[in-house]
């Protein structure tokens, strides 16, 4: 063979092996960048469900149906969604005539000292029941909520067990109440599901009250209070009913849709903020408002009673014990689940550190809990 076959041969060579590597190279990069695509839709598809402590549900309140869940019996704290319950019992009290809405509250140096967000009362002077109502339906104010709950419980503690024996009473097994506000408490308690439940038994039985929560602003001393709910007059059919929040919670939110008939009560819990809390409810209501009945047939979510001596009754302490004995839920969810019964819940390994990121009391009360 001559020198120039050989040359020849070599650079052949040569360039069938920079051919064979163009090649090689060529499926890397393009499994690089289908792995790094699905990378990036795992990322989304994480980043959607807001984290660990997210959880919604959509009931069909003409119905009863749940049209849709998402760790709806999972445990996670209400935030300011408790003042839907301070709220409901202080109803409750106009309703049977021990209070008026133009009824002077006082105010204790113990309800003027709550963290914000508040109306900054003062102590010893009084607040009437009405503004009481839009300070909490609005501004969510604490001062106003431990001033309802020392007016109708004494003490904002035994309040407290009033609402969560309210709550045994309307079937919701699993929420427990500490406080009349929702900042920060580890044993209070709540579900999606619950939540719901409560969302629609406060306007089957003050359906009259109820109209306070599509409240838009509050005007008090002077200064106007917008309420928190972004999607009241921004989303056709929303008539409230409230927000919440605080580290441990997320941006939590239950609302109601009325639109063609059709009556939609949804709650989303552990938002990321506000926005993606107020856009995930959005889409769930637009997406389910169309499945929902245009007849009530469902019955009104009545109280049950509830003896001083039932088991079904848990007292505020130790909730820890009582949440960790809750039993799994059955695999379906039927119309029944959010009938006022007690339901079953799930937990996940009792309250572990990955599905709710429970607060310590101390230093964590200065932190706001309701917006």
Known sequence: ??????????????????????VVGGYRDSALARGSHQRAQKQVARSADFGPRYAD????????????????????????????MTLYLLFEQIEAGKLKLDSPLTVSARAAGQHPVKLG?????????????????TKSANDAAVVVA????GTEEEFARLMTRKARALGMAHTTYANASGLPDDEQITTARE?????????????????????????????????????????????????????????????????????LVAVVLGGSSNGARD??????????VVQASTQRIAPKIMEAAVPDDSEDYVPIRPIKAAVSAIPLPTPRVTPSAVAPTLASVKTEQALAPKHVAMTKRQGHRARAAAR
């Open 1 to 22: 063979m001559s020198l120039g076959q050989v040359l020849r041969s070599h650079r052949l060579a040569v360039v069938a092996l920079l051919a064979m590597l163009t």
């Open 57 to 84: 549900i959509v009931v069909d309140a003409n119905s009863g149906e749940v049209l849709h869940e998402s760790k709806p019996d999972d445990p996670r704290h209400p935030a300011s969604l408790t003042k839907i």
């Open 279 to 288: 856009a995930r409810m959005r889409q769930l209501l637009e997406e389910h």
């Open 195 to 263: 939540q719901a439940i409560l969302g629609r038994a406060i306007q089957d039985r003050f359906p009259d009250y109820y109209r306070y929560f599509s409240t838009p602003s509050f005007q008090y001393l002077g200064r106007e209070m917008r309420n928190h709910n972004g999607l009241l007059g921004q989303m056709n059919g929303i008539d409230g009913i409230k927000t919440g929040y605080t580290d441990a919670s997320g941006y939590n939110l239950v609302a109601s849709l009325r639109r063609n008939d059709r009556h």
């Open 150 to 153: 020392e007016a109708i419980g």
């Open 121 to 137: 009362l003062k102590a010893d002077q009084t607040l009437a029941v009405e503004d009481a109502i839009k300070a909490l339906v």
